[in-house]
């Protein structure tokens, strides 16, 4: 008999929904020097901040539905 196995999954959706959060808010602290390095312009639909956010909230859904 193991440890996990006591360990309710409402658990192990909270901690790694806990790690995508704490994720999202490591790339929100990202500067906009570091993520328009090499982009030929600076438009809004290009900063990778928002995307990675849109990423990270489906992952987020995703994990919590399924």
Same mark, same amino acid.
């Given at each position: 008999?193991? %440890? %996990?196995e006591?360990?309710?999954?409402f658990?192990g $959706?909270? /901690?790694?929904t *806990?790690l995508y /959060?704490?994720l999202? *808010? +490591?790339? #929100? $602290?990202?500067s $906009?020097s570091? #993520?328009?390095?090499? !982009?030929?312009t600076k438009?809004?639909w290009?900063? /990778?901040? %928002? +995307? !990675? &956010?849109?990423l #990270?909230? #489906?992952?987020i !859904? /995703?994990y &919590?539905i %399924?």
């Amino acid at each position: 008999m193991s %440890f %996990f196995e006591h360990v309710p999954v409402f658990s192990g $959706k909270v /901690l790694i929904t *806990f790690l995508y /959060l704490l994720l999202a *808010f +490591w790339v #929100i $602290k990202r500067s $906009k020097s570091f #993520i328009y390095e090499g !982009a030929p312009t600076k438009r809004n639909w290009r900063d /990778l901040r %928002f +995307w !990675a &956010l849109v990423l #990270i909230g #489906i992952q987020i !859904a /995703l994990y &919590l539905i %399924f």
